[in-house]
C-alpha cells in the first residue's frame, strides 16, 4: 500500500486558561490514503472544526504530528506549513471566506497569483464556467446569492489542483435545495478532480456519501 496522503499520528490538543486545562482531542490517530473521501461527524463543541485546523496545520497540537502529502507539518516552521496549504490545499467554509473587493474571476485567480502559476485568468475563467458561473465573472459577492458564493469557493479551491480538499460545514449556510446542489457538485469535482476530501458536518446524509466517517465524541475517536 502507497503512503496515505494524510496520517493524524496520537494528536492531542489542550488548552489552558485562568478555570484549569480543557483537553478538546484526545489522541486522535488516523490515515487517509489518496482519493478517500472522510466526514468527521460529532457533536457541537466535540472536536470537529480543530481537528479540521491541525489537519490545515492552521493550529497546532499539544502532542503528536499530522503528515500531509509527505509533509511532518509539525516539523515545519509557521511559513513552510503555510506553503504547504497553499501547494497542496484546498478550502472550503460555511461562511464562503470570499474577499469582497473582488470580483468572482479575481477571487477564484488570488491563490493562483499567490503562488506565482502563469495563466490565471485563463484558468479561473475556466474553473467558475465548470461550477455554472461563466456569466457572473466580473460580479462581487454582495450581489450573489450564497450558493453562487459557495460554488466561487469551490472554484477557488480547486483551481489550484489541491491534493487534499478540507470543508467545514460547507452547506451550513445554505437552504436545503441549494445545499443539496452544492455538496453534489463538490462530490463531483472532487472525484474527477481525484483529491481527498476531509469534511465536518452536521448532515448525516452528506455523511454517508463519504467513503469514511470519523465520529469525535468529547474529544476522542470512537468506531
Not at 453562487?148 to 491534493?163: C, S
Not at 445554505?174 to 481527498?196: H, I, K, Q
Amino acid at each position: 500500500m502507497t503512503d496515505p496522503i494524510i496520517a493524524v499520528r496520537h494528536v492531542t490538543k489542550r488548552v489552558t486558561d485562568t478555570s484549569g486545562t480543557l483537553t478538546i482531542l484526545d489522541d486522535i490517530d488516523f490515515s487517509l490514503q489518496a482519493r478517500e473521501s472522510a466526514a468527521i461527524v460529532g457533536a457541537s463543541g466535540s472536536g470537529k472544526s480543530t481537528l479540521l485546523s491541525l489537519i490545515a496545520g492552521l493550529d497546532t497540537p499539544t502532542e503528536g504530528t499530522v503528515v500531509l502529502a509527505g509533509e511532518d507539518l509539525f516539523a515545519l516552521d509557521e511559513d513552510a506549513r503555510a506553503a504547504v496549504r497553499a501547494r497542496r490545499v484546498g478550502f472550503v467554509f460555511q461562511s464562503f471566506q470570499l474577499l469582497p473587493n473582488l470580483t468572482a474571476l479575481e477571487n477564484v485567480m488570488l491563490p493562483l497569483e499567490l503562488l506565482g502559476r502563469p495563466g490565471a485568468r485563463a484558468a479561473a475563467t475556466d474553473m467558475l464556467g465548470r461550477v455554472g458561473l461563466g456569466e457572473r465573472l466580473r460580479h462581487y459577492p454582495r450581489v450573489l446569492s450564497g450558493g453562487e458564493q459557495q460554488r466561487v469557493a469551490l472554484a477557488r479551491a480547486f483551481v489550484v489542483e489541491p491534493a487534499v480538499l478540507l470543508a467545514d460545514e460547507p452547506t451550513g449556510s445554505l437552504d436545503f435545495a441549494t445545499g443539496e446542489r452544492v455538496m453534489g457538485l463538490m462530490f463531483d469535482m472532487n472525484r474527477e478532480a481525484g483529491t481527498t476530501l476531509v469534511l465536518v458536518t452536521h448532515d448525516r446524509g452528506i455523511a454517508a456519501r463519504c467513503d469514511r466517517q470519523l465520529h469525535i465524541e468529547a474529544g476522542h475517536l470512537v468506531t
